[in-house]
Nanobody, 113 residues
Framework: QVQLVESGGGLVQPGGSLRLSCVAS??????MGWYRQAPGKQRELVAL???????NYADSVKGRFTISRDNAKNTLYLQMNSLKPEDTAVYSC?????????WGQGTQVTVSS
């Protein structure tokens, strides 16, 4: 069993930045990533990173968001810059250790003036 605890969400103005963190209760979990779900929409992948450092981003966040991981701290990050109102969603941390998949509780990100 793996617990994932997110932090860092909040309210930010358009063009602003936030950094999300996700601490895992154990190491050597891969891949890890971030998903988001906006009201009335399906959950979508934001970014994914493997233990080897391979990264994938959703087209909508490329060039604005950066995913990274600190394996020594069992922590996953999502740096979000140039935020737009359409980035408003609940962001959830995700980790996979086949055959199991784990999710954090989610953190709200609201981009509004």
């Amino acid at each position: 069993q793996v617990q994932l605890v997110e932090s860092g969400g909040g309210l930010v103005q358009p063009g602003g930045s936030l950094r999300l963190s996700c601490v895992a209760s154990r190491s050597a979990i891969s891949p890890m990533g971030w998903y988001r779900q906006a009201p009335g929409k399906q959950r979508e992948l934001v970014a994914l990173i493997t233990s080897r450092g391979s990264i994938n981003y959703a087209d909508s966040v490329k060039g604005r968001f950066t995913i990274s991981r600190d394996n020594a701290k069992n922590t996953l990050y999502l740096q979000m810059n140039s935020l737009k109102p359409e980035d408003t969603a609940v962001y959830s941390c995700y980790a996979q250790n086949l055959p199991y998949t784990y999710w954090g509780q989610g953190t709200q990100v609201t981009v509004s003036s």
